[in-house]
């Protein structure tokens, strides 16, 4: 795990700077990104920066393939929805074609949504067989619980192996109904990277990585890439409780 311990304007733009060679080491080994965002306040926070030079013409938005790590249950129109947050701060900016961004489909409950997803990213992945997808980018972040994507502490879903996507009925964190990815598609990335800012979350920052043995991990411990890069980006907030 690497991490990166900044005051937050710097550690959005070192952040910012990772996503794009990320995105053009995707784009030069397979010709397109494929990364899944998150909700919370990743949207308002990092994608300002991608949407600005000097990252904006650095990337070759075109090449984006564009889902979510988890998306709640509400219309789109909904300030709530994390597709919301995405058109506002980042789709409205850029030329991503609109045939590349994969929204959950909202009209049907969590069950259907998240079947339907799962048939979504086994067409746009191409997968035949047993092969799991591989997402170039994850962007994560982390509630004050240890929560990340809809995986909740203490959950049922942090145990399943089968579902690429999974349906949640009680997240604890409003609102209850979400779809989420579930850990051995997060942790079959490419690339891994979470963005925690906050006073709120240094608790659990400092959990997580002093205590890294604890009997039952925080979901965001659990974020653990068999064959892929693991980034930690945390603001000076969020890292306070680690003694430094
Ligand atoms: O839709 C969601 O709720 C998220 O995707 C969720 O996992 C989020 O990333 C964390 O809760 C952190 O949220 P904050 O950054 O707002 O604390």
Redesign the pocket.
Known sequence: MNYHILPATDLIKIMAGYIVQCAKKAVSERNRFLVAL?????PELLFPALTSEPVFSEINWKAWHVFW????CVPQVNPES?YYLACKHLFNHVDIPSSRIYTPNTSVGPTEMAALYQLKLQEVFHIKGEELPRFDLLL?????DG????LFPNHPLLKEKNRWVAPVFDAP?PPPE?ITLTLPVINNAHCIIFLI??KN?AAAVKKIILEESAPAPLPAQMVKPVHGELHWFLDENAASELGR
Do not use: F, I, Q, V
């Open positions: 998150s909700g919370g306040s990743m790590a988890d998306e709640r994390n994560l972040g982390m509630g004050e929560h990340t994507a809809s964190k979400r800012t906050g979350k």
